[in-house]
């Protein structure tokens, strides 16, 4: 009779397990929506979002084709072939980085044209709407949209809110919540406190860019002990018949073994050396 009812729990136990699995929401991927913002992170809006899938795919089979031609290693062809499908997403994310850093750099200087602008009597909506042409160069667009809609509806909360969702940018969200605090209890040292809010900023770029440069020594040793078996490999190939040793399974198992060993500790050092990106604390 025990065994029964042990039976009868571990059966229903399963059954709520395989209930919780068949019932749970399906994740809704949107890989269109990750090139998208890829594109426009790079600095590119304009480019539709299905030219990097069809880059890659012309890139990689490209790449794939001459590397088989040329070495007549199958193994050969597919990593030449996934390494090249994977370039361009790996080009437009530095590039986004890249303007990333430039952003970043341009924050402080954008403080202070918008402490200038209160010491010099301007309302808040004006020293905001004044960085469409003195703020950071690739948030320029937005403020000029912020100011458009601030002067028809002259609702600032809103507006300003709506400038925050609109540059997505863990800067502005501090500088938001300070001009939102400013605007509803007021208060006579917002110069002060735009002025420390710059200092902070150029000391937080300072100290990133010092732990970066002394981060690339050791991220160039690391490319370069990566790319040194396979530049070896490239070396040897030149002689006749040195790839014939890779034709069959045992060469090939060796070839992809190494690829993936290779790809797997480069990954992992670059993730294990990345500096923490600042977060949307506020969003």
Do not use: H, N
């Not at 000029?144 to 002259?154: E, K, L």
């Not at 790809?263 to 990106?277: D, E, H, I, N, T």
């Amino acid at each position: 009779m025990d065994g029964v009812r042990v039976g009868a729990l571990l059966g229903v136990g399963l059954f709520c397990v395989w209930w919780s699995c068949w019932t749970r929401p399906p994740r809704v991927r949107r890989p269109r929506r990750r090139v998208r913002a890829l594109l426009d992170a790079a600095g590119w809006p304009d480019v539709p979002g299905a030219a990097l899938p069809l880059v890659c795919l012309i890139a990689g089979t490209v790449a794939g084709a001459v590397a088989l031609a040329v070495s007549t290693v199958p193994v050969l062809g597919a990593g030449a072939c996934l390494a090249a499908g994977w370039a361009p997403v790996s080009l437009l994310r530095a590039r986004a980085r890249r303007r990333e850093q430039d952003a970043a750099a341009q924050w402080p200087d954008a403080v202070d044209a918008m402490t200038a602008s209160v010491r010099a009597g301007a309302t808040l909506p004006e020293a905001v709407a004044a960085l469409a042409v003195r703020g950071p160069v690739r948030s320029r667009p937005a403020f000029a949209r912020f100011a458009a809609a601030q002067r028809a509806s002259g609702a600032f909360k809103t507006e300003l809110e709506r400038l925050r969702e609109d540059l997505a940018d863990p800067v502005f969200d501090r500088l938001a919540a300070t001009l939102r605090m400013t605007r509803q209890v007021g208060g006579s040292d917002l110069g002060a406190t735009l002025r420390t809010f710059s200092g902070y900023l150029r000391e937080d770029a300072r100290t990133r860019g010092e732990l970066q440069a002394r981060q690339s020594w050791t991220v160039s040793a690391a490319r370069l002990a990566v790319a040194a078996p396979w530049i070896v490999l490239a070396l040897l190939a030149t002689r006749p018949g040195t790839l014939t040793a890779f034709a069959d399974t045992i060469g090939a198992f060796v070839l992809a073994g190494g690829a993936a060993l290779t790809a797997g500790s480069y990954r992992l050092m670059l993730r294990l050396g990345r500096l923490p990106a600042p977060r949307r604390v506020l969003a």
